[in-house]
């Protein structure tokens, strides 16, 4: 299967053809924008302009290189997605090791090209790093670029630790090969070292209209949903369409989790401690984060709906509404989903 289109974004489609076009597009940018709004499917078009046969410019979609890019099957396209750290204990070893797990995961985004969040422990290691710098620098395979995409930038592991992937990798940025363009995404861009921040021209991605959510919804998922529940997928989604498409299976899992939950809370009857000890793992870490979601949704609607009456009750769900917040940030690093759960129910209770 290819990659699915790319809906809305028609001025920002324009702009980036017009720089691609005029080949001002610059060597290292950094796409930021909420998480799902398709930041890296933005990249791969981008990828796909700079490596087009006809191009550099808007991806005529149909020649040789556009259908390998489309295919995930550029050899000249490296996309950089965070993996589980490699096991190998010799760092050439663990080169390979990255390699190894990358190409699995394109192999799984070319039978199912709606990819989810990374799993929550995985990273850009060390390894991967490395396997960047080495490939920057060797001569493309194919065409006269080389593209790299490095998304959710915020799990390089050169934020925590080694020097020397940190110089690896700043060196490539601040001066990258002529012939190589390098894109990196991140929903978060202070999440980012300074000093690679720096070093790239950032570009925002906005949201979608629920509109282009809907046509998306309808037209690429395989079994829409529909009426009142399609809405509530739309309402969720706030304009990205990977949120829309965390709730794929149709259950309204996350939604019910969050009703269960603020029903607890406000019966004070700790009947949460049992259910956030209970949960399953919450190994799909999306269900989480998806719950945590549809909870500040519920607690937006209620202060909207008392917005006027004022008071304690709204001053109480605004400081819940952060609180939730804040546990979705953890969520996606390596906070342990259960115990968040349980100090965000406790906090809740005095909030609301
Ligand atoms: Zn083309």
Known sequence: MSLRPIYGQKSLLDRLAGALASSRFPQAVLFTGPAGVGKQRLALWVAQGLLCLNGPGAPCGSCSHCRQVLGLGHPDLHWFVPIPRPKAGDPAKQVEEAQELLGEVMAQRRSDPLWGRPEGLSSHALASVRLFHRLAWMTPFSGARKVFILGDAERLIVQEASQEAANALLKVLE??????????????????????????????????????????????????????????????????????????????????????????????????????????????????????????????????????????????????????EATREAAQGNANPQLALAVLAADLEALL
């Open 175 to 324: 001066e990258p090969p002529a012939d190589t363009t390098i894109i990196v995404t991140a929903a978060d861009p202070h999440a980012l070292l300074p000093t690679v921040r720096s070093r790239l021209v950032a570009i925002r991605i906005p949201r979608l209209t629920d509109d282009e959510v809907r046509a998306f919804l309808k037209a690429e998922v395989k079994t829409p949903p529909k009426g009142a529940a399609l809405e509530r997928r739309i309402l969720l989604a706030e304009g990205c369409i990977g949120r829309a498409l965390r709730t794929e299976d149709g259950s309204d899992g996350p939604d019910r989790a969050a009703a269960l939950l603020l029903a607890a809370v406000r019966e004070r009857n700790r009947s949460w401690l049992p259910m956030a000890l209970a949960q399953p793992p919450w190994a799909a870490r999306g269900d989480f984060t998806g719950m945590l979601d549809a909870l500040a949704l519920t607690l937006r609607d209620e202060v909207r709906r008392e917005a006027g009456g004022g008071g304690q009750k709204i001053e109480g769900r605004l400081r819940a509404i952060k609180r939730v």
